[in-house]
């Protein structure tokens, strides 16, 4: 299903527009990361995928208001993963702004996509969804990979 899903959003990201891909090439890729938070939200999250298979997944506490953080693991799919590389050079991602935000806008919630290419690490910070629609493709094909986890809650965060 979750293959399913990341296809889904692989064919949606390219009809939105025909970026032409890196020189760089996917298989240089060996970290996709996406996290979302809000001010005043109780939890946060963070998904770090990793090209050896390794996924963690943290719901992120806030001390203020008395919550923890929750870490969960499993494993993603080679496949999975390298479509997800293929989808970020394809799309342009190390080419995007480092932030895309209405400066008027403190609050609100927020995503910052990280990816890790050749030892380099690009973090693109997105609030309330001010970013190309290429980003917000980028976004849907993660989730994707996300939902087909299977993700198991670790004793210990």
């Known amino acids: ?6 296809w889904l959003a692989l064919a949606t990201a390219r009809a939105l527009d025909s ?5 760089v090439p996917a298989h240089a890729i060996t970290e996709i990361a996406l996290e979302r938070n809000c001010f005043g939200c109780p939890n946060g999250s963070l998904l770090v995928l990793q090209r050896n298979g ?14 923890v953080n929750r870490v ?6 080679r496949e999975d993963f390298d479509a997800l590389a293929q989808l970020l050079v394809s799309r342009g991602f190390f080419a995007l702004e480092d932030e895309y935000a209405d400066p008027r806008l ?3 919630e927020w995503t910052s996509i990280r990816a890790v290419r050749d030892g380099r690490e690009k973090k693109v910070f997105d609030r309330a969804h001010a970013g190309p629609a290429r980003l917000q493709a980028i976004e849907a094909a993660i989730d994707a990979v996300k939902a087909g986890l299977g993700l198991t809650p670790s004793s210990v965060p």
């Open 1 to 6: 299903m979750a293959s399913a899903l990341l």
């Open 54 to 67: 390794t996924a963690t997944s943290t719901v992120i506490g806030s001390a203020r208001l008395g919550t």
């Open 106 to 108: 403190r609050d609100g």
């Open 72 to 77: 969960s693991t499993g494993r993603v799919r």
């Open 19 to 23: 970026a032409s891909p890196a020189a």
